[in-house]
């Protein structure tokens, strides 16, 4: 009798390790296709919707008709995430109408797949990982200071009459966002590479 109590035991504790196995093994398979379901669908906070009443640089440029060649760059170049940002960040961001100033073709052949990395360059160029207002460009241009772009270039800051350049582009508006400042400017800022 104790004998088979013991053969029951090995059997039982045999079938419930061959029971936890196979059940660990379609966890894993389960847990392996929900990651990369979930790796495949995440494109990153750019992608969250968010119905916040004040927009972030992102979501101000998607909404303007004025921005849509910026936006199809962004796209292009995939730095959304970048825009996002919990900040602070300043955006100079460039219109339609300073994008068809380049040379004929020029916006076509950067939104290329194999110019990918240039227009990001290009773009991050367009951003300074701080946060500044109006106010604080003033002050900056007062004291001679240059601004420092995500792209890792400095950019000059000038003042012409009334008006405020950056990097030789002028800002015609301005509007404040979620995650910083948006600058509209009438012109690039390319970088000097």
Request: proline share 4%; aromatic share 4%.
């Amino acid at each position: 009798m104790k004998k088979n109590v013991l053969f029951l035991s090995c059997i039982l504790l045999l079938s419930v390790t061959i029971l936890i196995g196979c059940k660990n093994n379609k966890g894993d398979k389960v847990e392996a296709a929900t990651t990369e379901e979930t790796t495949s669908a995440n494109k990153g906070q750019a992608f969250i919707d968010d119905d916040s009443e004040t927009p972030n640089a992102l979501r101000l440029a998607m909404q303007s008709k004025d921005h849509t060649t910026l936006v199809a760059a962004v796209e292009a170049a995939g730095v959304e995430n970048a825009l996002v940002n919990v900040g602070p960040l300043t955006v100079f961001a460039p219109t339609n109408t300073a994008f068809d100033k380049l040379p004929d073709g020029t916006v076509e052949n950067l939104l290329t797949t194999e110019n990918k990395s240039k227009l990001a360059y290009i773009l991050t160029n367009h951003v300074a990982p701080s946060n500044y207002p109006i106010d604080m460009l003033e002050k900056n241009i007062k004291k001679g200071r240059s601004l420092y772009m995500a792209s890792g270039e400095n950019v000059e800051l000038s003042k012409e009459g009334e008006d405020i350049m950056v990097g030789g582009a002028k800002i015609v508006s301005t509007v404040k966002v979620s995650n910083g400042w948006v600058h509209v400017v009438e012109d690039l800022i390319l970088p000097k590479e």
